[in-house]
């Protein structure tokens, strides 16, 4: 397993569960010389990407890209893959599309979170899993073009009605016809909709791609209450050799968060 750690470059978000805020540069200073593995953006959309500075930053650091999160999206436009309107829809799928192309130029695969949108309104449950599902087929072909996966994150019933669980996430990933598509299981969301973490992981198993790595209250792991042995406990069954990435609260503050995660995956993984 490999470490990672959040950088956010949408000052609209702030107050958001990202660690580093002061750009990449600083967030690529810091991650490295605290032994970080990786990084993982969230861009306001992809043109924040600027392909060639990132891959001469992450050069200089000796750290990759973990992933790209999409939800600038959301967060600047309220566009989702599941809107009722048709032209929210286009404009949401080409904005994950292109940000897709610019995470494999990197060689990151791109999230899917906040922009699945939810059923409401006149788009009823059925509709809107229609939609996310089309969505999730042209992402993950557009994604394997590219040399990538996809990720796809189930959130809180407070973000979304649409998938809470990962096991259910997984039956239902099963059933597409793209086989392209892995889980970004965040241990937050889990914490409140698993009755068992370490079950759910195993139940997913090889469908698990990403992992956030936060606390029962979105802090860095060892200032909740999450039982993490059991949790890497299940990866390690899994063979799963991805990123443990700190999409966490930056509290009480920047510093001590990267510290105390960067601490707590060392501990836990050793």
């Not at 060639?52 to 939800?71: C, E, F, P, R, Y």
């Not at 086989?179 to 409140?192: A, G, P, Y």
């Not at 090889?206 to 200032?223: E, K, Y």
Request: hydrophobic content about 45%; proline content about 4%; glycine content about 8%.
């Amino acid at each position: 397993m490999k470490s990672a750690i959040t950088v956010c470059l949408v000052p609209q978000a702030k107050g958001g569960p990202f660690v580093f805020w002061d750009g990449l540069s600083d967030a690529c200073d810091q991650a490295s010389a605290l032994g970080f593995d990786a990084i993982e953006i969230f861009p306001p959309n992809a043109e924040a990407l600027d392909v060639k500075s990132i891959q001469d930053l992450l050069a200089k650091h000796q750290l990759n890209m973990a992933a790209v999160g999409t939800g600038g999206g959301w967060v600047l436009h309220k566009w989702t893959v599941t809107a009722a309107d048709a032209s929210i829809r286009k404009r949401a799928r080409e904005f994950i599309r292109e940000i897709i192309d610019r995470a494999a130029a990197v060689g990151a695969p791109a999230i899917l979170g906040s922009m699945q949108g939810r059923s409401e309104g006149e788009v009823s449950r059925d509709q809107a899993l229609a939609w996310l599902g089309e969505a999730l087929e042209e992402f993950g072909e557009h994604a394997r073009q590219r040399g990538q996966q996809f990720l796809y994150e189930p959130l809180n019933r407070y973000e979304t009605n649409l998938f809470n669980r990962t096991p259910d996430v997984a039956a239902w990933l099963r059933r597409l016809r793209t086989r392209n598509i892995r889980i970004l299981s965040d241990l937050f969301h889990m914490n409140i909709e698993e009755a068992d973490i370490a079950a759910a992981l195993r139940e997913a198993g090889s469908l698990v791609g990403h992992m956030h790595f936060a606390d029962s209250n979105r802090r860095a792991i060892g200032l909740g209450h999450t039982e993490v042995v059991p949790i890497i406990a299940a990866l390690r069954d899994s063979a799963y050799d991805g990123y443990l990435s700190a999409e966490i609260l930056p509290m009480p503050d920047t510093a001590t968060a990267a510290r105390q995660t960067i601490e707590s995956f060392r501990r836990f993984t050793a």
